[in-house]
């Protein structure tokens, strides 16, 4: 199938991102102190997973676009807390 040409412009313009006040996913740093695999640092296109010289994790939500990779990969029960935000936050598409 062909889609037609679009400027990254044009295709940005039909995107609407608003940073939440309200943390949509949170991070147990404890419960990350004992994980071995750190899929999330691997896996989040957007880099939000920092690891810290103490053997824990920094993450910082604002720049999330709600993929949900993170959540699906960690295999920590509790290390990922994760919700979508609240309504007309984070990512919204709109038809361009
Ligand atoms: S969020 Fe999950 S995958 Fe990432 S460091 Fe913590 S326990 Fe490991
Ligand atoms: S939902 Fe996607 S973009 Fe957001 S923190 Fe998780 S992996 Fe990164």
Request: net charge negative; with cysteine.
């Amino acid at each position: 199938m062909d889609y037609p040409e679009i400027s990254f412009e044009d295709r940005m313009s039909t995107v609407d991102f608003q940073v939440s006040q309200r943390a949509h996913i949170e991070v147990d740093s404890e419960i990350c102190n004992s994980c071995t695999t750190r899929e999330c640092v691997h896996a989040c296109p957007a880099n939000l997973f920092v690891p810290t010289t103490d053997g824990g994790i920094l993450f910082n939500y604002e720049q999330c676009f709600e993929c949900g990779t993170c959540y699906l990969l960690c295999n920590k029960q509790g290390a990922i807390s994760w919700t979508y935000p609240d309504g007309g936050d984070g990512v919204t598409f709109r038809k361009g």
